[in-house]
């Protein structure tokens, strides 16, 4: 059976792209798709589908969520606190499958940053 090998983009919509697209390069390091895509390091990606009542994202009316792996979460933290971004850490987040925290970008989407185990 062939199978897919990996998630190829994410695409949402946005009240300003080219704003938001400039953010999510300047903070996070993904870089927009034009001219060359952002390629990702090989690691561990989670596909799960969540139960349609759940407040994980937040708002009731988020319908997703993208979750970006980090090498160093506390270093990420002060990065993002450096440029005046609020960060939400919960000790229930983490769990034995890593390190967790979540910011928002300026269109009010949740995302979540990973610290895997090793």
Do not use: C
Request: charge should be negative; proline fraction near 7%.
């Amino acid at each position: 059976m062939e199978k897919v090998n990996g998630i190829g983009g994410v695409f949402f919509r946005a009240k300003d792209p080219k704003a938001l697209s400039d953010w999510y390069e300047t903070h996070l390091g993904v870089k927009h798709y034009d001219p060359v895509p952002w390629k990702q390091r090989e690691g561990a990606t989670v596909f799960a589908p969540f139960a349609q009542d759940t407040d994980y994202f937040g708002r009731a009316d988020q319908q997703w969520m993208i979750n970006f792996r980090v090498d160093d979460l506390g270093a990420m933290i002060a990065q993002l606190e450096n440029a005046g971004i609020t960060v939400e850490t919960r000790p229930e987040w983490d769990s034995a499958v890593g390190k967790f925290a979540r910011i928002h970008d300026p269109e009010g989407n949740p995302v979540e940053l990973w610290e895997p185990n090793q």
